[in-house]
């Protein structure tokens, strides 16, 4: 098949995690005889220091012409102060209103060799396999803001349509799995929540009715996701209690770097990304985990161009680098020597044969 891909890289470790990504993608064509076409843009901080905006025309032309989009990571302490005018986190918000991807899929696994480098005991994060179903477009973070010198204010905001759209997409993916859904919220307290609620239960009672719904609030979720992970198997939720969550999450399986993510709208077309940040301060020195990054490749094969098998083989890939033990020093063992960014990306590809 023939395919146009965005690489975005983004800033920090970005760049690193990326150039990994892209050497599976590009020898996942070249195995399976599929024609890609990857075009790099500016996104994030570089994008401000070379245009003065995080997310130039040229670089929204680019990903709205392609099937799938890549992402590195953006952002750095240059462009967190709170006397920044123009952030690179405003870019990707853009983006993601610009492509209409309200659904971000956050799939956690705990790889049985990586057991023991969760900071939780291995008989509680064992055979860990959950998703996360986040709604990316609205919530706070796209409500309306307002500052001065004493008061701030974000208006957090959901329509029931927006809440329909993302319980279908869970509800949908959990039927394929083990048919549970978890929705979580803060209904004691918050309106957003009991219309959350209440739409969720109206949804599932109409149309998945073979779907078993439980409620969570989500302070007892966060204590849920540590205590009894395994029995959660897909999980629903607002904007910025899954950011939160999820980041939490990633410690089951041991670090950040593990996890990938894919957010989809209505059509095929998806943005791929590790759930990671920029981390500058490891930036530059070879060090980065880029697992996170290829197995987001697996999403973008079997998500956007509806390539499984590929996908497959490159979720084999890392399971069988992670097997030969291939660590970066955020999951490597005592004593271990670690394995450098650019070391893990020859593993998979050698497992890829």
């Known amino acids: 098949m023939k395919a146009r891909i965005a690489v975005i890289a983004g800033d920090g470790i970005g760049p690193e995690v990326t150039a990994e990504a892209v050497r599976v993608l590009q ?21 401000i220091e070379a245009h003065g905006d995080p997310l130039p025309p040229a670089t929204l032309a680019a990903c709205r012409g392609a099937d799938a989009i890549l992402l590195g990571a953006i952002g750095g302490p240059k462009w967190s102060s709170p006397q920044v005018r123009v952030r690179p986190e405003a870019g990707l918000l853009r983006l993601r209103k610009e492509l209409g991807v309200y659904a971000n ?16 005991r291995s008989e509680v994060v064992a055979g860990v396999d959950l998703l996360v179903v986040r709604e990316l477009t609205g919530g706070i973070y796209f409500g309306a803001k307002t500052r001065d010198a004493e008061r701030a ?49 109206r949804v599932m009672r109409a149309e998945f009715p073979d779907v078993q719904l439980e409620h969570m609030l989500v302070d007892s979720a966060a204590m849920h996701l540590i205590r009894r992970p395994r029995e959660i198997d897909v999980a629903v939720t607002e904007n910025m209690f ?26 095929t077309r998806g943005l791929y990304e590790p759930i990671h940040g920029s981390a500058p301060d490891i930036a530059g020195q070879g060090v980065a985990n880029p697992y996170g990054a290829i197995l987001s490749v697996a999403l ?22 992670i097997d030969d033990g291939i660590r970066t020093p955020d999951i490597a063992a005592p004593g271990q020597r670690p394995a450098s960014t650019a070391e893990v990306g020859n593993a998979v590809l050698a497992a890829l044969g």
């Open 153 to 201: 204010s974000d208006l957090c905001e959901y329509t029931a349509p927006e809440i329909e759209r993302i319980v279908r997409v869970a509800a949908r993916i959990a039927r394929t799995r083990r048919r549970r859904l978890l929705s979580i919220d803060k209904s004691n307290v918050l309106e957003t929540s009991r219309l959350w609620r209440e739409v969720c239960e």
């Open 105 to 120: 899929l956050r799939p956690v696994t705990v790889h049985p060799a990586l057991a023991g480098v969760s900071t939780l």
């Open 27 to 47: 020898a996942v064509a070249r195995r399976f005889g599929h024609e890609l076409s990857l075009e790099e843009a500016l996104f994030g901080g570089v994008a």
């Open 300 to 321: 973008l094969l079997r998500h956007s161009l509806q390539l499984r098998e590929e996908a497959r083989a490159v979720e084999l890939a890392v399971h069988r680098a």
């Open 242 to 267: 899954g950011d939160i969550l999820t980041d939490e999450a990633s410690m089951l399986c041991g670090s950040l770097g593990l996890l990938p993510s894919a957010s989809l709208g209505e059509g």
